[in-house]
């Protein structure tokens, strides 16, 4: 199941039944898990870690160096999950600092030319549509859609089930459940199609719209916003969810 034009550093470690196609190479110490299907002319560099069941695509790169002035050559790793799908020409680029691993989890399809900067670390089930750029150091919750062409300033985070338009420019932290669009991005409201999806019940949706009322709507400051959510909203998890996602905000919330 292994081309015979792949290049294989005899340091990878490759389950036995991971596909390899033509002119892919592979480099020292890397491991691939069991079901892996790795397309032609792929890159897979150095103490890059792959688990089972992924499936990437003609010309995808994984595991190159960062695009960061400041590194130099540390050791570093990809870590990527199950179940991925890595369409054409996605790249995915290593961290910067000793012993650090950008992060994939699972079940998450990156479409093509969608890329995956130093030091992210990308939850589960998420999208991201083409054309799409995470620089370095971007968290994104689980199940978050990115749609294309995204532009995601570095440390910017993304919560859970939250829906970003095409064409938008975040440089701020995007609230779990909501949708944002815009240069620079602006919240919508709830996501309500991706909560349905993801079987969010309709008295959780109703109290995350309170939530996001007192956050969004009603001209508060941050603080008077979580302590009105405390005393009028019931604190259900998603809701605690939201909430601490606020506190630990550093570069802020768009609102």
């Known amino acids: 199941m292994i081309h015979n034009t792949a290049i294989i550093d005899p340091a990878a470690e490759l389950a036995s039944n991971v596909e390899v196609g033509p002119y892919v190479i592979i480099g020292r110490g890397v491991k691939i898990g069991n079901g892996t299907v790795i397309g032609p002319h792929v890159l897979v560099e150095a103490d890059t870690v792959i688990g089972e069941n992924n499936k990437i695509f003609h010309g995808a790169s ?4 960062p ?3 400041s590194f130099k050559n540390e050791k570093t790793f990809v870590s990527i999950g199950d179940g991925n799908i890595i369409r054409e020409y996605v790249t995915i680029h290593k961290a910067t600092k000793e012993g650090k691993s950008t992060v994939v989890g699972n079940n998450n399809y ?3 030319y969608s890329h995956v900067g130093h030091d992210c670390i990308v939850g589960n089930g998420i999208v991201v549509t083409n054309g799409t750029g ?3 150091h971007v968290i994104v919750e689980d199940f978050a859609v990115i749609s294309a062409y995204v532009g995601i300033h570095q440390f910017s985070r993304i919560g859970s089930m939250a829906m970003v338009g095409a064409l938008s420019r975040v440089n701020q932290d995007i609230l779990p459940y909501t949708m944002v669009e815009g240069n620079p991005a602006r919240t919508f409201g ?3 199609v991706g909560l349905r999806r993801n079987g969010l019940d309709s008295k959780t949706r ?3 719209k309170k939530a996001y009322k ?3 709507k009603k001209k508060l400051t941050i603080d008077n916003a979580i302590s009105r959510i405390g005393d009028e909203v019931e604190l259900l998890p998603e809701v605690k969810h939201l909430i601490a996602f606020v506190k630990e905000t550093k570069r802020g919330i768009i609102r």
């Open 67 to 69: 695009q960061d002035v």
């Open 190 to 192: 709830l996501n309500i």
């Open 134 to 136: 995470l620089s370095g």
């Open 206 to 208: 109703g109290e995350l």
């Open 110 to 112: 990156f479409m093509a």
């Open 214 to 216: 007192l956050l969004c």
């Open 62 to 65: 994984i595991g190159g160096a």
